[in-house]
Every structure is written in structure tokens, then in C-alpha cells.
């Protein structure tokens, strides 16, 4: 269990790393264990906001962005999300890899 926190944070901090300052700062705020009863009504209100996505300003992205924050909380969701980001990445990254121009020979 406590592998798993360690594991999700390691990730999180790598992801954190590449955003934009304006956007790591609260990030890493809202990461913070002080910032816990202001994750958990943010992470449910993005999850709410994912479920509406049909709605404009509203979207899916919102829910993985819930569902990131309440795992910092809940030990049953940390390692789902983690595999899930693992996976998104390796996705990602083959699929930029396809779309690379391929050298003329």
C-alpha cells in the first residue's frame, strides 16, 4: 500500500516536472497532504463536471483529473490510476512514433 502512494507520486512528480510553472505551482498545492479537504470536493465536483461532458466548457478531460486527485485519498483507486497513466503514456508515445516522418533514403 504504501508502495503504491510512493509509486503514483513518483509519477505525478515526473508529469508535474514537464507542465508550464503557472500550471505545476497549484498542482503541486493541491498534492499537498495540507490541501486535502479542498482536493477531495475538487476532485469529486471534476468528476460531476466529466460525467456532463455534452455541456460546453464541461468534458471528459475532467474526469481522469477527478479521479487523479481522489487517489491521492484513496488507497483503492491509486493503483488503477497509476496503471491507467502508465498505459496512456506508452500509447502516446507509439503513437507519436507512427506519426514521425520517416527518413528518404
Known amino acids: 500500500m504504501i508502495k503504491d502512494v510512493h509509486r503514483l507520486n513518483r509519477l505525478l512528480d515526473r508529469y508535474e516536472r514537464r507542465l508550464p510553472a503557472g500550471i505545476a505551482k497549484p498542482l503541486r498545492w493541491l498534492r499537498a497532504p495540507?490541501?486535502?479537504?479542498?482536493?477531495?470536493?475538487?476532485?469529486?465536483?471534476?468528476?460531476?463536471?466529466?460525467?456532463?461532458?455534452?455541456l460546453p466548457l464541461l468534458g471528459l478531460w475532467m474526469l481522469p483529473l477527478g479521479l487523479l486527485l481522489l487517489a491521492q485519498d484513496l488507497p483503492f483507486l491509486r493503483r488503477p490510476m497509476r496503471w491507467a497513466m502508465i498505459l496512456l503514456?506508452?500509447?502516446w508515445l507509439r503513437w507519436k512514433r507512427r506519426r514521425r516522418p520517416q527518413p528518404q533514403r
Open 34 to 54: 495540507s490541501s486535502r479537504w479542498v482536493r477531495l470536493p475538487a476532485g469529486l465536483l471534476l468528476i460531476v463536471g466529466g460525467l456532463f461532458s455534452i
Open 89 to 91: 503514456e506508452r500509447r
